[in-house]
């Protein structure tokens, strides 16, 4: 992460998998609310403690409403994780700041705006969850137009086919691997097919 990033986006699916993989291993997680009048003495008082300390601190700062000199200053040991439910508006103070960082410090996970880019979106996360488990796209097609294009959903999908197929000392999905495993969101709300 190299101590600084701003994740956002409106996938809170993949916003919170990617913040929760950004976060390093052996480290102490402090969330602070972005809209909080006191953000700036709170980090000001993360960082004091985080210079007499040998220990890695992460600080996930949510949706701040202001941009704050501290976001600059962020001590070695600590990494500071500043997250977006969205984007922030382009012509606001903090939207201007965060189109002014480098690329490689801002990650933007979002849904789609076009209705028929999610189904294909949805065929690729499928099919990259189950790796290395190999699947033909059409059964992968086949699973999206099952359970929907709720990334969640797929990969916890993904996650069960995966487990039947180590179970089975399998490499390759089938039709019979789907039947066994996908449940359908109709059949999981309670209502009947």
Known sequence: MSNFLVVMGNDHFLRRRYIHKAIPKKTTVVRLDGSSPRLGDDLDGVFGQALFSDQTVTVLVQNPKEVLPAFEGV????????????????????????????????????????????????EKFFVKELHPLKIDSTLASAAVAKVGTDLGVLSFEALKLKNLLQADSETTVTVSHLKATLTSLLETSGAVV
């Not at 969205?86 to 996970?109: A, D």
């Open 75 to 122: 001590p070695d040991n600590v990494n500071l994780l500043i997250e977006f439910d969205g984007e922030p508006r382009s012509n606001s103070k903090v939207g201007k700041w965060v189109s002014g960082l480098p690329k490689e410090k801002v990650v933007t996970l979002s849904i789609p705006e076009k209705s028929w880019d999610l189904i294909p979106r949805a």
